[in-house]
């Protein structure tokens, strides 16, 4: 398994990657609205201009395949990780978390990040060390759990 930096041509999959989980693990529990808002702004122009915008991504790739991805905002936001369902349960989410995290310590990050987890999610970040800071939120019909993760 290849985990290496996004690429321009990399977005129609992660697009897809991100939609199909999405729409299996998150917006089911959301409001229509909420989760028509999510993955209009989570699509692949979305995903571009999260990038255009300064989010780092990095990609797994096996085969040729993309297995999941990971993005970061502004050094200490886990914004996005997915992982296509083929590889759940083999280690690539966390090794995803490593890669980026190192290199958001790289670019300058103090090694602290939050993360909105969706309900199906937070035993993967709490796997990694994030613990809740408050109750399950909901805003704009997304229901989501703020965590932070802080360096040992």
């Known amino acids: 398994m290849l985990i290496r930096p996004l690429l321009d041509s990399d977005l129609p999959a992660a697009a897809r990657l ?23 702004e989570n699509d692949e122009d979305g995903l571009r201009n999260y990038v255009r915008s300064g989010h780092v991504y990095h990609v797994a790739e096996s085969e040729g395949t993309l297995a999941g ?9 886990l914004f996005h990780l997915f992982v296509d369902k083929r590889w759940h349960g083999q280690g690539l989410a966390r090794r995803l978390w490593q890669v980026a995290r190192r290199a958001a310590i790289e670019r ?23 613990v809740r800071m408050a109750p399950t939120q909901c805003v704009k019909g997304l229901y989501f759990n703020p965590m932070r993760y802080t360096p040992a």
Do not use: K, M
Not at 29 to 36: F, Y
Not at 69 to 77: E, K, L, P, Q, S
Not at 109 to 126: I, K, P, R
């Open 69 to 77: 991805f990971i993005g970061i905002r502004a050094n200490n936001h």
């Open 18 to 40: 991100l939609r199909e989980a999405a729409i299996e693990f998150i917006v089911h529990e959301s409001t229509p609205e909420g989760a028509a808002t999510f993955l209009r």
């Open 108 to 130: 300058g990050g103090d090694g602290a990040f939050l993360v909105n987890s969706s309900n199906h999610a937070v035993c993967v970040y709490e796997a990694f060390g994030f």
